[in-house]
């Protein structure tokens, strides 16, 4: 029996990649540029490149998903273009893994093994003396060398609220997720809606969590080891959030102009496998960042 083979869609050159990679250039330039500037306490133009860079990144979402959308809604891509798109997604979300699991490993490497070795174990009691006399290994270290003291983020309070809005908010995608491959539209409609809302509120109690932190807690990115891995850990995951809200909201547009159905809907199940890990992520940075 002859197999049947589909036609692969090859779409035209596109100008969006050159646009992200530049987007992508100017928010590390002016966030470094940025941190930089407010630790000194100087003026510069560190935030208007951050801005532009992240406005640039958002024009080139909606661009480039405007063109994916119309693409598929001309009928060009095929099933087998289709299992393209999951091993795309798939390996980009491993990648992501990887990404959160370099900083949960610098974390590790903080608290199981430089604190301990400044401490004095392992027969290193000499380098504690030399290094950091009186230094005692503990955690979170709440005091640099050069004697700049903070206060530790409890995870009582905007962490554990912003944990149980975040799996709420997996629960509502879910229930999205059922009511699109069932085709009840409005089901779908108002539990997408209802994620949105979730995933904004958690954006803004990071915000105030960070006023907080800096405000009143004395803790920022000069505290030290763990000022740092704090702040890199939920920054990033924050930014995670922040894409995938986007993300969420381009599906919800498209959701309410009659797009996908329940045997078609892989744009759909993409954002969702992609917020599930965002909330994955932040359970894991909730106990090992805030608890442990």
């Given at each position: 029996?002859?197999?049947?083979?589909?036609?692969?869609?090859v779409?035209?050159?596109?100008?969006?990649?050159?646009?992200?990679?530049?987007?992508?250039?100017l928010?590390?330039v002016?966030?470094g540029?940025?941190?930089?500037?407010?630790?000194?306490?100087?003026?510069?133009?560190?935030?208007?490149?951050?801005?532009?860079?992240?406005?640039?990144l958002?024009?080139?979402?909606?661009?480039?998903?405007?063109?994916?959308?119309?693409?598929?809604?001309?009928?060009?891509y095929?099933?087998?273009?289709?299992?393209?798109?999951?091993?795309?997604?798939?390996?980009?979300?491993?990648?992501?893994?990887?990404?959160?699991?370099a900083?949960?490993?610098?974390?590790?490497?903080?608290?199981?093994?430089?604190?301990?070795?400044?401490?004095?174990?392992?027969?290193?009691?000499?380098?504690?003396?030399?290094?950091?006399?009186?230094?005692?290994?503990?955690?979170?270290?709440?005091?640099?060398?050069?004697?700049?003291?903070?206060?530790?983020?409890?995870w009582?309070?905007?962490p554990?609220?912003?944990?149980?809005?975040?799996?709420?908010?997996?629960?509502?995608?879910?229930?999205?997720?059922?009511?699109?491959?069932?085709?009840?539209?409005?089901?779908l409609?108002?539990?997408?809606?209802?994620t949105?809302?979730?995933?904004?509120?958690?954006l803004?109690?990071?915000v105030?969590?960070?006023?907080?932190?800096?405000?009143?807690?004395?803790?920022?990115?000069?505290?030290g080891?763990?000022?740092?891995?704090?702040?890199?850990?939920?920054?990033?995951?924050?930014?995670?959030?922040?894409?995938?809200?986007?993300?969420?909201?381009?599906?919800?547009?498209?959701?309410?102009?009659?797009?996908?159905?329940?045997?078609?809907?892989?744009?759909?199940?993409?954002g969702?496998?992609?917020?599930?890990?965002?909330?994955?992520?932040?359970?894991?940075?909730?106990v090992?960042?805030?608890?442990?």
């Amino acid at each position: 029996m002859q197999q049947e083979y589909q036609k692969y869609y090859v779409p035209a050159q596109s100008y969006w990649p050159i646009v992200g990679a530049i987007a992508l250039f100017l928010i590390a330039v002016g966030a470094g540029n940025f941190v930089i500037e407010s630790t000194r306490g100087e003026a510069g133009y560190g935030g208007n490149i951050l801005t532009v860079g992240v406005v640039l990144l958002l024009v080139m979402l909606f661009g480039w998903f405007k063109d994916q959308i119309n693409e598929s809604m001309s009928g060009l891509y095929s099933d087998q273009l289709g299992q393209s798109y999951r091993q795309g997604m798939s390996w980009f979300i491993f990648s992501e893994v990887m990404f959160f699991a370099a900083f949960f490993g610098a974390l590790f490497y903080a608290r199981m093994i430089a604190i301990p070795w400044l401490g004095g174990s392992s027969n290193n009691a000499m380098t504690n003396e030399v290094l950091w006399p009186g230094f005692q290994a503990i955690w979170p270290l709440v005091e640099t060398p050069g004697g700049v003291t903070t206060t530790s983020m409890g995870w009582m309070g905007l962490p554990a609220i912003n944990t149980v809005i975040l799996l709420v908010s997996s629960v509502t995608l879910h229930f999205a997720h059922v009511g699109l491959e069932q085709n009840k539209r409005k089901q779908l409609t108002a539990m997408l809606g209802i994620t949105i809302l979730l995933g904004c509120l958690f954006l803004f109690l990071q915000v105030e969590e960070y006023i907080h932190a800096y405000r009143d807690l004395g803790l920022t990115l000069q505290s030290g080891i763990y000022g740092n891995t704090f702040f890199l850990l939920t920054g990033f995951h924050g930014m995670h959030v922040t894409l995938g809200t986007i993300i969420l909201m381009v599906l919800f547009l498209r959701v309410l102009k009659g797009h996908f159905s329940p045997e078609s809907h892989f744009a759909f199940q993409a954002g969702s496998w992609y917020w599930h890990f965002v909330d994955v992520v932040w359970v894991m940075l909730f106990v090992f960042v805030y608890i442990l």
